[in-house]
């Protein structure tokens, strides 16, 4: 565990590894959703084909997907990637309702999962942010 790993001032044991539990998985998500695309996986495939989208953009959002995670990933450059990560899901939610599947859910959970996690963990997020007075 590194310096960055452990608890902030300000943050209590509790939700520092509460937010890093919430912050795991849009994280797993997100980097198999993107190995998937990589892989072009038959799945993969079919999805896009079903979105309307040409199978050769999947290594290009795949590329996408996980830099954004990796971005998140990383302590300093957490609330970039934050910010990216929800550029992207906002990105799926109007691709999937344009074709009539409105099971967005997913896609609006993992983007509050990405938000709360950070909240969770980082003290400057809080203090730009305060739930309350």
């Given at each position: 565990?590194?310096?960055?790993?452990?608890?902030?001032?300000?943050?209590?044991?509790?939700?520092?590894w509460t937010g890093?539990?919430?912050?795991?998985?849009?994280?797993?998500?997100?980097?198999m959703s993107g190995?998937?695309?990589?892989?072009?996986?038959?799945?993969?495939?079919?999805?896009?084909?079903?979105?309307?989208?040409?199978?050769?953009?999947?290594?290009?959002?795949?590329?996408?997907?996980?830099?954004?995670?990796?971005?998140?990933?990383?302590?300093?450059?957490?609330?970039?990637?934050?910010?990216?990560?929800?550029?992207?899901?906002?990105?799926?939610?109007?691709?999937?309702?344009?074709?009539?599947?409105?099971?967005?859910?997913?896609?609006?959970?993992?983007?509050?999962?990405?938000?709360?996690?950070?909240?969770?963990?980082?003290?400057?997020?809080?203090?730009?942010?305060?739930?309350?007075?």
């Open positions: 565990m590194t310096q960055a790993d452990l608890p902030r001032p300000g943050v209590s044991k509790a939700a520092f890093c539990i919430l912050s795991a998985i849009p994280v797993l998500m997100l980097l190995t998937m695309k990589l892989m072009k996986a038959p799945p993969v495939v079919d999805g896009f084909k079903e979105l309307g989208w040409p199978a050769e953009y999947a290594l290009g959002l795949g590329i996408l997907e996980i830099a954004c995670t990796l971005v998140y990933l990383i302590p300093q450059t957490s609330v970039l990637g934050a910010i990216l990560m929800t550029g992207y899901l906002g990105g799926a939610i109007p691709t999937h309702v344009r074709v009539g599947q409105f099971g967005v859910v997913p896609q609006i959970g993992l983007g509050i999962f990405v938000w709360l996690g950070l909240y969770l963990r980082v003290p400057r997020l809080r203090a730009l942010v305060p739930l309350r007075s």
